[in-house]
């Protein structure tokens, strides 16, 4: 589901002048507001960034950017608008948004730009820059959903994503945080981030002291942060020949995406004890040399502690990469992960992050 959306406006450079004098500064004068501000200067590459925020409308889900990228050959002028639409209504941490919510939000851009700021708006004048797909589920307490994570974080996470950690006192060594998962390909243009909604908003202090956390217990939060460069990529697969917003919007497309890259890192598996997996895998009508490699990985998985763990064990056992590979897929067509939850915590079964989203 669409929870974060940038989108973006080539202006000519008088264009842009007239946005931020008239229109951001203007709007400030007037109402006697401090909304409108310098951006600090940043580089960006081998481009140089400098531009103004404009936050009179952030209680409503709408952080709007004019912003001027110059390079070594050309400079360019452009209207950015950051939209959260689950907080068209007012700042809100938890909900996530569908479609619907989108284009409500866009009308609500286009009356506060006509009626504000005497500005013309239209979203598909605009080009999407940045999608963050986002989904919550709600486990029956904190402790299910972190072992979730554990058991995730036991899969076998592509080398190819830098993942998040920090230096910690107490071990002195740099460590992945319990509750949350956070990675990123090479090039930025993906981040995935699992994470416990109750432990970030305490960890990240976004809320004050007498916040209710009672709506987040429990609740884990999946998502996948697409750049601009991602969502060109994702161009043929939608038919179309340019980045407006509207089929990027689409409940399906996120869905998609967020399948996508859950399968990509966690496998489509179910979890399940070791005992009841080692079963289906006994009882399945692969052949007995496919069943003894996938009961091999299984067991590995188990005792390395981590899937990864197993087939670099599996590597060194002197397995080629097209049989462990082709043992993965069979884990997937049975759909049974091969981490395996711990018999102490009591519970024998929990779907997949694949099949926790809506079919």
């Known amino acids: 589901m669409p929870h974060t959306l940038e989108l973006s406006q080539t ?21 006697g507001l401090n909304c409108s501000y310098p951006l600090e200067r940043r580089d960006n590459g081998n481009m140089n960034v400098i531009g103004t925020q404009f936050t009179a409308f952030s209680d409503k889900g709408i952080t709007m950017y004019s912003v001027i990228y110059s390079g070594t050959r050309f400079t360019t002028y452009t209207w950015e608008i950051k939209i959260n639409p689950q907080s068209r209504n007012g700042i809100d941490r938890i909900s996530v948004a569908d479609e619907v919510d989108v284009m409500e939000s866009f009308d609500l ?19 999407i820059n940045r999608l963050d797909c986002a989904y919550n589920h709600a486990f029956h307490n904190f402790d299910m959903a972190k072992l979730y994570i554990s058991l995730q974080k036991k899969g076998d996470i592509p080398d190819e994503l830098k993942c998040f950690d920090r230096y910690s006192d107490k071990a002195h060594k740099r460590i992945v945080p319990k509750d949350s998962i956070y990675c990123w390909n090479e090039s930025r243009t993906v981040t995935i981030n699992i994470y416990i909604k109750e432990s970030q908003l305490q960890i990240d202090r976004y809320v004050g002291e007498n916040y ?47 399948r996508y ?42 005792t390395r502690g981590s899937l990864k763990g197993a087939i670099r064990e599996m590597t060194a056992m002197g397995y080629s990469d097209y049989d462990i590979r082709a043992t993965l897929r069979r884990f997937d067509s049975l759909n049974v992960n091969p981490v395996t939850i711990p018999v102490k915590y009591g519970i024998d079964y929990l779907p997949s992050p694949v099949n926790l989203l809506p079919k």
């Open 261 to 302: 890259y859950l399968a990509w890192l966690f496998r489509t598996g179910d979890y399940y004890t070791f005992a009841l997996a080692r079963q289906a895998i006994s009882n399945s009508q692969y052949h007995k040399a496919s069943k003894d490699l996938m009961l091999l990985m299984l067991e590995l998985t188990s």
């Open 109 to 127: 851009l286009d009356s506060l730009l006509r009626c504000e700021l005497n500005i013309p708006f239209s979203y598909k004048d605009f080009h």
């Open 212 to 258: 209710d956390f009672a709506p987040t217990k429990g609740l884990l939060r999946m998502e996948v942060q697409c750049s601009r460069q991602k969502l060109v990529g994702c161009q043929n697969m939608l038919r179309v020949n340019n980045l407006n917003p509207e089929p990027f919007i689409k409940d399906s497309f996120n869905f998609y995406i967020l």
């Open 11 to 31: 202006l000519s450079c008088w264009e842009l002048y007239e946005l931020v004098e008239k229109s951001f500064y203007g709007y400030a004068k007037k109402h």
